[in-house]
């Protein structure tokens, strides 16, 4: 399956039972392709709630990362329930939803997740991109749990938007400084194309610097010449003021 198509299954298997809610799992299989794992629905609810057996969530673990849970909304917004919420918290797992309603996903990362390496990650819409990476970051390096500044992580398909939404997570929590003042751990907002989506990495120091690209794996690079043109802004956190 297309690393950024499986989407398409999910809302394939939502259309297939539209009266009631669906469920699976979104997997990364050993080769960092992307698969999805339909499971029956056991609720005795399936109109607006869903269960499955916990064997299957055993056996995936054993071969794949399980990246998140998917369910569907036959009825309701794609925002997630007070169910919803606290189930994957208490799963530590991300949670996956898409409306029959509103035709749309939503993402959305407990505050109880605990991300895994930071290097090697293909992309994967949602799951594995700039602002994730970023999220990760902070928390695995510095221990600051920010997911509770943004809890959709399905962006936007429109860039403007995108980046709207982004200017104000970046602006309402972090403190702006000047490109000459970089030092460790700030965040390095690149404009790499104008009028386009914007791009985030973390500065490690040392002219280095991390970030999830969409053509390629997570990576540690050189903040050379290059990538230095296309810095738009930098941020700290305050802490570290």
């Given amino acids: 399956m297309s690393l950024n198509n499986y989407q398409k299954e999910i809302i394939k298997h939502a259309e297939s039972q539209p009266e009631e809610e669906v469920c699976g799992l979104v997997l990364l299989n050993r080769d960092l392709t992307i698969s999805i794992k339909k499971l029956k629905n056991l609720s005795d609810k399936k109109q607006e709630s869903f269960a499955f057996s916990p064997q299957y969530f055993i056996d995936c673990k054993i071969n ?16 997630p329930s007070m169910q919803d919420t606290l189930i994957s918290e208490e799963m530590g797992i991300p949670y996956l939803i898409y409306s029959l309603k509103t035709k749309k996903f939503f993402l959305y990362y407990p505050e109880s997740y605990e991300p895994e390496k930071l290097i ?19 928390m695995l390096k ?52 104008e009028n386009k989506r914007k791009h985030v990495g ?40």
């Fill in 64 to 79: 794949q990362k399980i990246l998140g849970i998917y369910h569907s909304h036959p009825k309701t917004t794609e925002e």
């Fill in 120 to 138: 090697g990650r293909p992309y994967i819409k949602g799951f594995y991109e700039c602002t994730c990476l970023f999220k990760d970051y902070f």
């Fill in 142 to 193: 510095l221990n600051i749990n920010i997911t509770k500044w943004n809890k959709n992580y399905w962006l936007t398909e429109v860039d403007h938007e995108a980046n709207k939404q982004l200017e104000d997570i970046l602006n309402n929590n972090l403190i702006k400084i000047k490109k000459e003042e970089i030092k460790k751990h700030d965040v390095i907002v690149f404009q790499l194309k």
């Fill in 202 to 241: 973390i500065y490690l120091g040392d002219d280095f610097f991390i970030h999830q690209c969409g053509n390629t794996v997570s990576r540690k690079q050189i903040l050379d010449s290059r990538w230095q043109s296309k810095i738009k802004d930098l941020y700290r956190h305050p802490s570290f003021v």
